[in-house]
Structures are given as C-alpha cells and as structure tokens.
C-alpha cells in the first residue's frame, strides 16, 4: 500500500529556514506519474494547500502567502518530495503534509486538497521566538 512519510519539521526562529521531504513508497506507478501537493494545517482551521507539482515539473504552484519563500521540488529516481521554506513567519506555523496523485496529464497541479488520493502523516513546524 502506498506510504508517505514527511520529515524534516522543527521550532524554528522567525526569519529562518527549513526543508521538508516527503517520502514515497508502496506506489502502483512509477513516481514520475504522481502530481505531489504540499498542504498545511494550523490549529482550528482547515487543511489549506501551500504549493503543488506536476508530473515531469511542467506545472508548479503556490500559495499567495508563500510565493517568493517556499520552493517545491521532487527527485524521482528517489520517490522524494521536497519543500524548502525560507524566510519563515510566525503564521506557516502548522502540520504540514505532502499528497500524492496519479496522474498522466503533464500540467496537472492543484492545490486543492480532494484531488489528492494519499497522504503522509504530517511533520510539525512551529515558527517562534
């Protein structure tokens, strides 16, 4: 069956930085025809989406609160994916949690959330002084 596994949260300073990496295993297809979101989830509010990629990375995109700081990336020869986030603020504090989608579209990218079929467990990154 299919696992994601996110790693890489922590308690960072405001103004930082950190990565985080979602780990694939157990896929039907090959990692390549996956679209990957990125999504977070704060205390009382919804699931909310933060960046996506489409296969073969034609497509990406973001979130407005995070343009300019967060980058997305996959490898997929290591069923990896990938969310460098800099200059971090007190409000990307969140669960933040990686999806994955088959897909064969190459510009498929959303980010909302019911398009996404699996999901990891989530890493925590708390963004404080």
């Known amino acids: 069956q299919v696992q994601l596994v996110e790693s890489g949260g922590n308690l960072v300073e405001p103004g930082g930085s950190l990565r985080l990496s979602c780990a694939a295993s157990g896929l039907k297809l090959d990692y390549q025809y996956y679209a990957i979101g990125w999504f977070r989830q704060a205390p009382g509010k919804e699931r909310e989406g933060v960046s996506c990629?489409?296969?073969?990375?034609?497509?990406?995109t973001y979130a407005d609160s995070v343009k300019g700081r967060f980058t997305i990336s996959r490898d997929n020869f290591e069923n990896m994916a990938y969310l460098q986030m800099n200059s971090l603020k007190p409000e990307d504090t969140a669960v933040y949690y990686c999806g994955i989608h088959i897909t064969t579209l190459p510009n498929q990218c959303t980010l909302v959330k019911n398009f996404y079929d699996d999901w990891g467990q989530g890493t925590q990154v708390t963004v404080s002084s």
């Open positions: 990629i489409s296969i073969n990375d034609v497509s990406v």
